[in-house]
């Protein structure tokens, strides 16, 4: 249930199932730990060893026998924010050796089903209090149900704290999410196929919503501009709807 999330805070597969196991089962020594988990001792030790080194496990030592617990979940939460204050502190030196590319077009291509999940986060990586994302022919309701729907939830909750508004051009009729800062205008289903385009900061990606899905974000201010034009060309065509 948790399982992705945990890996996405850098625990490998084998760190994942022996936290779970011990927020379940409190504190077990190596052995059942190893046991339990269906790995064998040297994995197990080792990935303990790791999770020590970060944080995510203690050990007990009573009457001389060694044995494991997880720290409690919220302390994740420190971890991360510990990287992340970490990751601020070089961003300017990263920075200034990302400023010899200045002027390129930068074109990123991310596939499969967590690709969307890449799309939203370097969305609200960029996005700046009060901007305005416009998107045109999206189905929110393959997002909401199939693709990503907690980490839209998320997504639209990030945006809507932030004061920032979303224009969205989807077919006649079309599902619509329920958020105040998402304004929805409708178009002529045969002018919308089965991608969509996101224009956010100087970048546009486009989002292709079938089996492979992929995600296309391309870094270009002169491109950003150009499908501004045509977006708010659309956007004043479109009716409102329902």
């Known amino acids: 249930m948790f399982e992705e999330e945990l890996r996405e805070l850098g625990l490998t597969e084998n760190e994942v199932r022996i936290y779970i196991l011990l927020l379940k089962a409190g504190s077990l020594s190596p052995s059942d730990i190893a046991a339990k988990a269906g790995l064998h001792r040297p994995s197990a030790y080792d990935s303990l060893d790791r999770m020590l080194e970060k944080g995510i496990v203690s050990v007990l030592n009573v009457e001389g ?20 204050e970490s990751l601020q502190a070089i961003v300017p030196g990263l920075n ?3 400023a010899a590319q200045a002027g390129a077009v930068d074109v990123q291509v991310h596939r499969g089903r967590r690709c969307f999940r890449t799309l939203l986060k370097d969305v609200t990586s960029i996005v700046k209090k009060g901007d305005l994302i416009l998107v045109f022919g999206v189905d929110d309701r393959l997002l909401t149900e199939e693709i990503e729907p907690i980490y839209l939830h998320q997504y639209l909750t990030i945006i809507r704290e932030k004061g920032i508004h979303e224009n969205i051009i989807i077919r006649k009729g079309g599902f619509r999410v329920k958020n105040p800062t998402t304004h929805y205008r409708e178009i002529d289903p045969a002018l919308i196929g089965n991608a969509y ?3 956010y900061g100087d970048r546009v990606a486009y989002f292709i919503q ?16 150009t499908m501004r034009k045509q977006f708010n060309f659309f956007w004043e065509k479109a009716g409102k709807g329902k």
């Open 65 to 84: 026998k060694r044995s494991y617990q997880a720290v409690k979940p919220e302390a994740l939460v420190e971890i991360l924010r510990y990287k992340v």
């Open 96 to 98: 200034r050796l990302f």
């Open 197 to 199: 385009y996101m224009i």
């Open 210 to 225: 079938s089996v492979p899905y992929h995600a296309i974000i391309i870094d270009s201010p002169d491109l950003a501009d």
